[in-house]
Protein backbone atom coordinates (compact mmCIF):
# COMPACT_ATOMS: atom_id res chain seq x y z
CA UNK A 1 0.00 0.00 0.00
CA UNK A 2 1.30 3.33 -0.45
CA UNK A 3 2.21 6.03 1.74
CA UNK A 4 -1.15 7.97 0.45
CA UNK A 5 -3.13 5.59 0.69
CA UNK A 6 -2.43 4.78 3.91
CA UNK A 7 -2.89 8.17 5.42
CA UNK A 8 -5.91 8.19 3.49
CA UNK A 9 -7.14 5.42 5.69
CA UNK A 10 -5.49 6.46 8.85
CA UNK A 11 -6.85 10.41 8.86
CA UNK A 12 -10.40 9.64 8.79
CA UNK A 13 -11.83 13.60 8.87
CA UNK A 14 -11.73 14.49 5.16
CA UNK A 15 -11.95 18.10 5.81
CA UNK A 16 -8.45 17.68 7.63
CA UNK A 17 -5.47 18.82 5.40
CA UNK A 18 -1.84 17.65 5.66
CA UNK A 19 1.51 17.13 3.89
CA UNK A 20 3.00 13.96 2.80
CA UNK A 21 6.88 13.91 3.09
CA UNK A 22 9.72 11.53 1.15
CA UNK A 23 10.10 9.55 4.18
CA UNK A 24 6.98 8.87 4.85
CA UNK A 25 6.45 11.78 7.91
CA UNK A 26 2.78 13.03 7.88
CA UNK A 27 1.86 16.77 9.27
CA UNK A 28 -1.41 16.86 9.56
CA UNK A 29 -2.60 20.71 9.96
CA UNK A 30 -4.68 21.62 12.70
CA UNK A 31 -5.61 25.32 11.56
CA UNK A 32 -4.02 24.96 7.65
CA UNK A 33 -2.62 28.61 6.15
CA UNK A 34 -3.12 29.00 2.79
CA UNK A 35 0.45 27.76 1.79
CA UNK A 36 -0.05 24.59 3.38
CA UNK A 37 3.04 23.15 1.93
CA UNK A 38 5.06 26.13 3.60
CA UNK A 39 3.32 25.93 6.48
CA UNK A 40 3.83 22.11 6.72
CA UNK A 41 7.58 22.65 6.07
CA UNK A 42 8.44 25.52 8.61
CA UNK A 43 6.44 22.66 11.26
CA UNK A 44 8.72 19.95 10.16
CA UNK A 45 12.05 22.11 10.51
CA UNK A 46 11.51 23.06 14.01
CA UNK A 47 10.02 19.64 15.39
CA UNK A 48 11.06 17.07 13.20
CA UNK A 49 15.02 17.02 14.49
CA UNK A 50 15.68 15.18 17.54
CA UNK A 51 17.08 16.17 20.65
CA UNK A 52 18.53 13.62 22.56
CA UNK A 53 16.98 13.85 26.56
CA UNK A 54 14.12 16.56 25.17
CA UNK A 55 10.53 15.73 24.53
CA UNK A 56 11.48 15.80 20.55
CA UNK A 57 12.71 11.86 21.21
CA UNK A 58 9.71 10.84 22.40
CA UNK A 59 7.46 8.64 20.55
CA UNK A 60 4.21 6.60 20.79
CA UNK A 61 3.38 3.30 18.77
CA UNK A 62 0.31 2.72 17.80
CA UNK A 63 -0.62 -0.28 15.50
CA UNK A 64 -3.09 -0.52 12.98
CA UNK A 65 -4.29 -3.47 11.57
CA UNK A 66 -6.21 -1.50 8.60
CA UNK A 67 -2.47 -0.44 7.22
CA UNK A 68 -0.59 -3.39 8.09
CA UNK A 69 1.47 -1.30 9.93
CA UNK A 70 2.10 1.35 12.94
CA UNK A 71 2.11 4.48 13.07
CA UNK A 72 4.44 6.59 14.90
CA UNK A 73 3.87 9.41 16.63
CA UNK A 74 5.44 12.70 18.49
CA UNK A 75 5.38 15.35 20.61
CA UNK A 76 3.93 17.23 17.86
CA UNK A 77 0.18 17.37 17.72
CA UNK A 78 -0.38 16.19 13.92
CA UNK A 79 3.43 14.81 13.14
CA UNK A 80 3.16 10.79 12.36
CA UNK A 81 5.25 8.39 10.82
CA UNK A 82 4.07 5.02 9.12
CA UNK A 83 6.14 1.84 9.77
CA UNK A 84 4.76 -1.15 7.60
CA UNK A 85 5.06 -4.71 8.67
CA UNK A 86 8.10 -5.47 5.92
CA UNK A 87 10.14 -2.55 7.37
CA UNK A 88 9.20 -3.73 11.06
CA UNK A 89 9.91 -7.41 10.93
CA UNK A 90 9.71 -8.52 14.22
CA UNK A 91 11.08 -6.08 16.16
CA UNK A 92 8.97 -4.39 19.21
CA UNK A 93 7.69 -1.38 19.53
CA UNK A 94 10.84 0.41 21.02
CA UNK A 95 12.64 -0.76 17.67
CA UNK A 96 9.49 0.17 15.78
CA UNK A 97 9.26 3.74 17.36
CA UNK A 98 13.34 3.97 16.45
CA UNK A 99 12.20 3.52 12.73
CA UNK A 100 9.71 5.99 12.91
CA UNK A 101 11.76 8.63 14.33
CA UNK A 102 14.36 8.25 12.05
CA UNK A 103 12.19 8.67 9.13
CA UNK A 104 10.69 12.12 10.49
CA UNK A 105 14.81 13.42 11.31
CA UNK A 106 15.34 12.25 7.69
CA UNK A 107 12.01 14.32 6.26
CA UNK A 108 13.68 17.17 8.71
CA UNK A 109 16.70 17.53 7.16
CA UNK A 110 15.64 17.23 3.59
CA UNK A 111 11.74 18.63 3.74
CA UNK A 112 11.06 16.98 0.42
CA UNK A 113 7.34 17.18 0.11
CA UNK A 114 5.45 14.45 -1.82
CA UNK A 115 1.62 14.94 -1.34
CA UNK A 116 -0.79 17.48 -0.50
CA UNK A 117 -3.88 17.27 0.69
CA UNK A 118 -5.56 20.65 0.97
CA UNK A 119 -8.56 21.66 2.27
CA UNK A 120 -10.05 24.77 1.29
CA UNK A 121 -11.36 25.88 4.75
CA UNK A 122 -8.17 27.28 5.86
CA UNK A 123 -7.84 30.25 9.04
Known sequence: MDLVSVYKKVITDQSASWVL???GTCVMLLKPEINVQEQ??????????????????????????????????????????YVSNEEAGKKDDFEIGMIGRTKRE????????THIKFNTHYK
Open 106 to 113: QDAKELEV
Open 40 to 81: AVEILRQHGPVTPGTPSGDFEVIKIPEVNGWLVIGNYPGMMM
Open 21 to 23: FKH
